[in-house]
């Protein structure tokens, strides 16, 4: 019960910190917009989206990482701590090499000979990429201590310096305001600065308070070698699949399309990354645990977390893009002044396949914490990439810009059952127990929810109808999920909850 306990105080931390960074991110991209303008704000993402195609080893190595640290510490209570981190920071300082040759070779000849750029920003575009480069490489250098920090479970730490990083870099987007005929190289600079304070702060913190955990020591155990780069070379197949989509798509998007729709496409993903954080929390707060258990061999424990994280995780998404979904204009107008084309449209379907997605928020964690994790990266890897092929030919036969997204949601669509199928097939899960008391209640509870989209067409919109909106959704959605989403024991356990905490507040009062 007290690592229950511990999941839903490190959600909470990491809820607080979501609402923080995702008010202060939205505040600073509509300063950006405006002081970078739609052309290079677009210019920005697209050449920030080629960065993140190496970046893309941040994922695989936080969760090669975590995963071997909270096994060990499942197993053996840590003493085999140090070895794991040790051997991580050594990958990682590999990695880092390939990261500036494939920087300095790959991406320079493609933003010279491929990338659609203004008249006189091809030296903007390269200026830019190099201090991208520079940024994933200090925020490579951190990973391993970012690995050490979630495995022990010291989510306020994270969320700390996150937030910290977030305030920093608002003023900074403010400051631009002072400097708009050089803002886009200059706001590259900045980035780069805020991403070595980021990286300073997380080692300083393990090197002060774990000592005994990331003092350096060469380890020569070839199999644990072996073992990790094993395991995170299918993980970085995995991780490349989704890279390679997003990448992909803003180059795909700015070959037929320009700037412009980068521009579109780019705030639909900040959008969708804000309401997606809503269900990622909760995974992320219940990965150590999910791992811990299973190399304890407590696979009943196991077995529940991923069922109820992956519905909990829709539902707390769901939450927030409803209303999205169903205002999308208003909170874009509201959010931006200026609405660039297909927003709406990138914005409303990029939600929707979010929530998607949120189907599969606890399968990674199961697959990982076994390590049988080759066919779960190799075959959703592949069926993520193959939307791009398919939104190109969509393109070429003249569909609007919004069916990449499409493109996503089916492919997305298809690796929710792909992945239902490899649970059983590879780490023989219960897939009946996640059916009946996840995918079930969630598709009850969606549909439930359709009259929502018409009903919302009635009325004319403005902040005060908005509120409305708002407040019905939340109130129709909870209804919905206390009829419908939740089982008999979890209403015991709402009302117990609800019923211990108004006796406190009684006695208080």
Known sequence: ????????????????????????????????????????????????????????????????????????????????????????????????????????????????????????????????????????????????????????????????????????????????????????????????????????????????????????????????????????????????????????????????????????????????????FFASNLGQAAIPQITKSYSRGDHDRTKNLVTYISKYSFFLMYFPALPLILETRFVLELWLGEVPAYSVAFCRLMLFNGLVDSFMAGVPAAAQASGKIKWFQLSMSVIMVLSLPVSYWLFKIGLPPFSIIIAYITTSAINVFVSIYLLKRVINFDVHFLLKNSYCKIVMVFLTTIPLFFISKIFDVNIGSFAIIILASSLWLIASIFLLGLERKEKAVLFDFVSSRLKKFNKVK
Not at 17 to 42: E, N, W
């Open 1 to 276: 019960m007290s690592s229950n306990k511990t999941i839903v105080k490190n959600s909470l931390i990491l809820y607080f910190r979501l609402i923080v960074v995702s008010l202060l991110g939205m505040i600073a991209t509509r300063y950006l917009l405006k002081y970078l303008g739609v052309s290079d704000f677009g210019l920005y993402s697209v050449v920030g989206s080629v960065v993140v195609m190496m970046n893309f080893f941040n994922t695989v190595m936080i969760t090669t990482t975590y995963r071997f640290v909270a096994f060990e510490m499942g197993r053996d209570n840590g003493r085999s701590v140090n070895k794991v981190f040790n051997i991580s920071l050594v990958i990682h300082l590999a990695l880092i090499i390939i990261v500036v040759i494939i920087s300095e070779t790959v991406g320079i000849w493609y933003i010279k000979n491929k990338l659609t750029v203004g008249a006189g920003k091809l030296d903007d575009a390269i200026f830019v990429f190099r201090f991208s480069v520079f940024a994933a490489i200090l925020n490579i250098i951190s990973i391993p201590y970012q690995g050490l920090i979630t495995a022990l479970e010291k989510f306020s730490v994270r969320a700390t310096i996150e937030i910290f990083r977030s305030v920093l870099n608002i003023i900074l987007v403010l400051l631009l305001g002072f400097f708009v005929a050089e803002a886009f190289r200059i706001y590259a600079v900045m980035m780069a600065g805020l991403a070595l304070i980021s990286t300073v702060l997380f080692v300083l913190y393990c090197r002060i308070f774990y000592r005994s955990f990331v003092f350096w020591k060469i380890q020569n155990e070839k199999a644990k070698y072996q073992e990790m780069i094993a395991f995170s070379g299918w993980t970085m197949i995995g991780a490349a699949g989704q890279v390679g989509k997003d990448t992909g798509s803003q180059l795909i998007i700015n070959v037929f399309f320009g700037t412009i729709l980068n521009a579109s496409f780019g705030i639909a993903n900040s959008l969708n990354s804000f309401v997606k």
